[in-house]
């Protein structure tokens, strides 16, 4: 995988029932973050086709959690997993539309910084 993928993101991130955001970290086909509420993500990062990249990741979410789908995660939280796409411009795109278990959400992302090695 390039380098430049490698780094530090935010994710702003709406739902049908609100907003919020992630922070984020890629390196090494890694990928591990959270959210503001407590949120857990990790997954991995492969290149795709025509210079996009595969993003498998696994989302566990604590006990009743309000979500920006709509509704709430319950006594005992919630872990599902996810794959999605990001374009070879992923960040000059206006957002990434996301279909998760818990309902669509858009997400843009920003890069903060490399990481060096």
């Not at 503001?36 to 989302?59: H, K, P, W």
């Given at each position: 995988m390039p380098n430049s993928i490698d780094g530090i993101y935010t994710a702003y991130l709406t739902g049908k029932a609100g907003s919020g955001f992630a922070m984020f970290v890629i390196r090494h086909d890694v990928i591990v973050g959270s959210?503001?509420?407590?949120?857990?993500f990790d997954?991995?990062?492969?290149?795709?086709e025509a210079g996009g990249f595969n993003v498998r990741m696994s989302a566990?979410?604590?006990?009743?959690?309000?979500?920006?789908?709509?509704?709430?995660?319950?006594?005992?939280?919630?872990?599902?997993?996810?794959?999605?796409?990001?374009?070879p411009n992923f960040l000059s795109e206006a957002f990434i539309r996301i279909e998760g278990k818990q309902?669509?959400?858009n997400a843009k992302l920003v890069k903060l910084r490399d990481l060096d090695d």
């Amino acid at each position: 995988m390039p380098n430049s993928i490698d780094g530090i993101y935010t994710a702003y991130l709406t739902g049908k029932a609100g907003s919020g955001f992630a922070m984020f970290v890629i390196r090494h086909d890694v990928i591990v973050g959270s959210d503001m509420l407590g949120a857990v993500f990790d997954g991995t990062v492969t290149q795709g086709e025509a210079g996009g990249f595969n993003v498998r990741m696994s989302a566990k979410l604590p006990p009743n959690l309000p979500l920006i789908q709509g509704g709430a995660t319950g006594p005992n939280g919630d872990t599902s997993e996810n794959t999605f796409s990001l374009p070879p411009n992923f960040l000059s795109e206006a957002f990434i539309r996301i279909e998760g278990k818990q309902g669509p959400l858009n997400a843009k992302l920003v890069k903060l910084r490399d990481l060096d090695d």
